[in-house]
T-cell receptor, first 109, second 117 residues
């Protein structure tokens, strides 16, 4: 079966760095997405990786290793507004998005 | 504001009611999606429409019936739902498959919080 695993919840301190991991087992691979979802709001796109390596976008970076079926989202200089759920999703061989259950990130002052 | 709107934002209905959820996208996209989001569970893809034709249906119960009259509008008709159908229903749109065949990033609406009594 197809499966996306990510931690349920993480806690970090304002100003610090946090890494949210995602491992996947899917039938085929056509890219991996990270989305951010604040409570009661719509998910919003953060990043897309289809090749191995690191993609940097401001305070957020996303890494992919296709051979390991692994990705992480790195958030630097954490701000209180970064408190949200972070969703990992993989596009499979049929270009259907398979979603993880999301990681709730709690930022403490 | 993502350019995708959904109405209503909240809906409470009995199991014998019939209601419809509406989604509208103002982004010029050609693919639209319905997702179900339950607490602490992954997003579940329900339906995909590309160029107004349904291309995927992940074995969703027939009490959910989608309708896509044009590329900007998407409806989800609800009939004789069960309490376990209570969830957040999200609509999304994208530009559909890109030149490599892959779907582009999806833009989500704010969702409809559905409660079935």
């Amino acid at each position: 079966g197809q499966n996306i695993d990510q931690p349920t919840e993480m806690t970090a301190t304002e100003g610090a760095i946090v890494q949210i991991n995602c491992t996947y087992q899917t039938s085929g691979f056509n890219g991996l997405f990270w989305y951010q979802q604040h409570a009661g709001e719509a998910p919003t796109f953060l990043s897309y990786n289809v090749l191995d390596g690191l993609e940097e976008k401001g305070r957020f970076s996303s890494f992919l290793s296709r051979s390991k079926g692994y990705s992480y989202l790195l958030l630097k200089e954490l701000q209180m507004k970064d408190s949200a759920s972070y969703l990992c999703a993989v596009s499979d061989s049929n270009y259907q998005l398979i979603w993880g259950a999301g990681t709730k990130l709690i930022i403490k002052p | 504001e993502t350019g995708v709107t959904q109405t209503p934002r909240h809906l409470v209905m009995g199991m014998t009611n019939k209601k419809s959820l509406k989604c509208e996208q103002h982004l010029g996209h050609n693919a639209m999606y319905w997702y179900k989001q339950s607490a602490k569970k992954p997003l579940e893809l329900m339906f995909v429409y590309s160029l107004e034709e349904r291309v995927e249906n992940n074995s969703v119960p027939s009490r959910f019936s989608p309708e896509c009259p044009n590329s900007s509008h998407l409806f989800l008709h609800l009939h004789t739902l069960q309490p376990e159908d209570s969830a957040l229903y999200l609509c999304a749109s994208s530009q559909g498959r890109d030149g490599t065949g892959g779907y582009n990033e999806q833009f989500f609406g704010p969702g409809t919080r559905l409660t079935v009594l």
